[in-house]
């Protein structure tokens, strides 16, 4: 099918270069106001001072506010299914896992990094679970694929998402909504903007989002894939000299729910009982499935963030932005023996404080000669307490516990980029930033038998990594609606440390160099914007979770530096407004993202006597969740309907079969799939109003986002996405 899918949609972007397509992202709201019909030329903060897309040499997806409240993207699973270029998943736990170009990371504990850096207004955490529910009021999304090693540092290996609310305007305005629809979905979202006087404005928002389950759980009366959030936030802007401007936001957060929870299957053992059966069992895909101890999250975030500009003159102005932000998450998931269908659960109990400081002094981006460099200052201070607890003599006691009273991370770094314009239609830049990341954990396991402690062990384990990264780009513009560049990008992910109770064993970074080259040509009178990208990833130092760790003695689950990939890939995209057709938009993604080098071990899963770890050639496999063909298409269209308008908006996307685990096995498998949304919006002239019925995965396709053989409980684990919606949503605006 991806064959024939894939040679159809190349056919029709060529011959969308004829009758055009839409754009994805129309004129963000806190930018000046830009022809709507020209989609290359809205305003973004991607090279941290504002440009036109068509005029940014990045390979980008933007998205507006109006875009993101018409598709009802409000956390990263509904961004992904509006961006093909992002690769998502859950997790055994409320963290997902977002990949850009077959990069990504499948740690979610208090020692991992993301690969993805994922932030709201340049502030970036760690953690993505407080993330996926607190996405409302936004101006715009921006989604920077490949490396962003200069100028925005550590875990930007793959990409940034950076999330970017709407600002405080002098305008008095506001608008509420309210969703409706199936599974008891009640959503709200809302913002009101008062300018209380010429140099003061605030604005508070707020967005709620819940929805009975997904699946049903006969055992557990709260099913699974239940979801409920709230979350608040307010903002004040302020400007009390001509050279002195600031903002400052706080905003809470709250997410309950059972979270997205896995089935679970018992293994199928092999006939020699050494191992389990590799293809996928019976009764995956199901739509209910039981657990033995139910799921539940509580997750409190609180955030305070700031952002300062002082405008010594017109060309020289110096920003400081920074963040706190202090998390209280607590988790439960069913940890049951599916072999002796013992009852058994895990749970955690985390409180990760994050903090960052980037302070940054910038020239003009006008002018022939401007440079920008800054000081960036990150830590994160953690503090764990998780374990399992198992059903004996008809009650839970404990069985592994995990102390983990500091779990400190530091960031520093310094960066400068330089962009010189030796004549009207050529730009030079160059930039270099040098990154120290430290990370050390103080802590104690504890392990039971039958409730009462038999052993202890040290979590206690540090690391030091440190990197250059560099860019060096050019970027030709022959005409106003052109341009062609060509760069290279490094990038650099924080090698880690495993702990085995005796001694920590470290892994090294992981590092990336990308050379790059694009085309953004506008045309139809700046009515259509083509891009196409193309790339060339070396990428060493994967870090793989292996099971056992050959190298700690086969004592710990461990991560290595297993292997090296080379990654390429062909990115093209058109969106254009053409009266009568409409707004059309088309996107084709190829990616090549295997294994070059990746000499591993394998432990068996068989349930007889001690687990044999053998050596494997993993060079050839495709890198987890890299997709080789994405692809997406929409068509939306206004009639006339009286002194209003009634716009219908069909939206695709396409994946083509990826792997969620470094061994390609069949049963960790998603074939490829559509996923087709469906709208239709009615607004008057005035805009004060509007009334969307919509569905989303029309044909209710069933699709994995996590899976993963978990020994501990012999079972296949499987998480699914969203089945399909349908609803309402009335909007006022003011």
Not at 8 to 35: E, W
Not at 133 to 157: H, K, M
Not at 348 to 366: F, G, I, N, V, Y
Not at 653 to 665: C, G, L, M, V
Request: proline share 4%; with cysteine.
């Amino acid at each position: 099918m991806s064959k024939t899918f894939g040679a159809v949609s190349v056919a029709a972007i060529a011959s969308g270069l004829l009758i055009a397509g839409s754009a994805q992202a129309q004129t963000a709201p806190d930018q000046p106001a830009n022809d709507v019909a020209a989609p290359g030329d809205i305003v973004v903060t991607a090279q941290k001072s504002n440009s036109r897309v068509a005029k940014t040499p990045i390979a980008m997806n933007v998205l507006t506010g109006d875009e993101v409240r018409a598709t009802g993207v409000h956390d990263l699973g509904t961004l992904s299914r509006v961006t093909p270029s992002i690769s998502f998943a859950t997790s055994a736990q409320p963290a997902v896992f977002i990949g850009i170009r077959g990069i990504l990371s499948q740690s979610n504990s208090e020692i991992g990094d993301p690969a993805v850096a994922i932030g709201v207004d340049n502030f970036f955490a760690n953690r993505t679970y407080t993330l996926n529910q607190s996405l409302y009021d936004l101006a715009r999304i921006e989604v920077l694929r490949g490396p962003q090693g200069t100028l925005y540092g550590r875990n930007a290996i793959g990409g940034v998402i950076n999330f970017i609310t709407q600002k405080p305007t002098k305008e008095l305005e506001g608008f509420a909504s309210i969703t409706g629809g199936n599974y008891g979905t009640l959503n709200t979202e809302g913002a009101f903007n008062v300018p209380l006087s010429d140099t003061v404005q605030v604005r508070a928002s707020w967005g709620t989002f819940q929805h009975n389950a997904y699946y049903k759980n006969p055992l557990q009366p709260e099913g699974n894939n239940k979801a409920n959030s709230a979350s608040g936030r307010l903002a004040v802007a302020f400007q009390p000299s001509e050279r002195f401007d600031g903002t400052l936001m706080f905003q809470y957060t709250h997410s309950g729910g059972t979270s997205a929870t896995f089935q679970e299957i018992p293994f199928v053992d092999n006939a020699t009982r050494t191992d389990i059966v590799h293809q996928k069992p019976a009764g995956v895909y199901a739509d209910e499935w039981s657990s033995l101890v139910p799921f539940f999250q509580d997750i409190d975030d609180i955030r305070f963030h700031w952002d300062f500009n002082y405008h010594f003159s017109d060309a020289l102005t110096l920003n400081y932005n920074g963040g706190y932000d202090t998390v209280d998450y607590k988790y439960q998931q069913s940890n049951s023996n599916l072999t002796t269908m013992t009852a058994a659960k895990f749970i955690q109990h985390e409180k990760p404080k994050t903090m960052s400081h980037e302070l940054r002094l910038s020239s003009d981006a006008a002018q022939p000669l401007s440079a920008q460099a800054g000081l960036y200052y990150f830590k994160e201070a953690s503090e764990l307490d998780s374990g399992t607890k198992t059903l004996f003599n008809n009650q839970f006691v404990q069985l592994t516990r995990f102390v983990d009273p500091k779990v400190d991370t530091i960031s520093k770094a310094v960066f400068a980029q330089v962009t010189y314009r030796p004549v009207e239609t050529l730009t030079l830049s160059g930039g270099l930033r040098q990154t120290w990341d430290s990370r050390v954990r103080v802590g104690v396991g504890y392990g039971y038998t039958n409730g009462v402690q038999t052993s202890t062990s040290s979590q206690n384990g540090d690391v030091k990594s440190k990197k250059l990264t560099y860019h060096a780009g050019v970027d030709w513009n022959p005409t106003s609606d052109t341009m062609l560049y060509a760069k290279v990008d490094s990038g650099y992910k924080a090698g880690g440390f495993n702990t085995s109770g005796l001694r920590s064993f470290s892994y090294d970074p992981e590092t990336s160099t990308v050379i790059e080259g694009g085309l953004k040509q506008q045309f139809l009178g700046r009515r259509a914007l083509f891009s196409v990208s193309g790339f060339h990833n070396d990428y060493k130092g994967y870090q793989a979770s292996l099971g056992l760790c050959s190298v700690c003695n086969n004592t710990i689950a461990g991560i290595v530096n297993a292997g090296s990939a080379k990654i390429w890939g062909v990115e093209t995209s058109l969106d254009a407004k053409i009266a009568p057709i409409g707004t059309l938009n088309l996107a084709v993604n190829y990616l090549s993202a295997k294994f070059d080098d990746f000499q591993a071990t394998y432990t068996n899963q068989g349930p007889n006597g001690p687990r044999a770890t053998v050596p494997v050639d993993l060079s050839g496999n495709r890198l987890p969740q890299a997709s080789k063909w994405t692809m997406a298409g929409g068509l939306q269209r206004t009639f006339a309907i009286g002194d209003g308008g009634l716009t219908a908006d069909v939206r695709g996307t396409y994946r083509s079969k990826q792997y969620f685990s470094i061994y390609n096995f069949p049963e960790n498998t998603q074939n490829g799939y559509v996923l087709v949304d469906g709208y239709l919006e009615y607004k008057p002239a005035n805009a004060r109003y509007s009334v969307q019925v919509f569905v989303r995965n029309l044909t209710n396709k069933q699709y994995i986002t996590f899976t993963t053989n978990n020994q501990t409980i012999r079972g296949y684990l499987y998480g699914y996405g969203d089945p399909r919606t349908v609803g309402v949503k009335l909007t006022g605006n003011f």
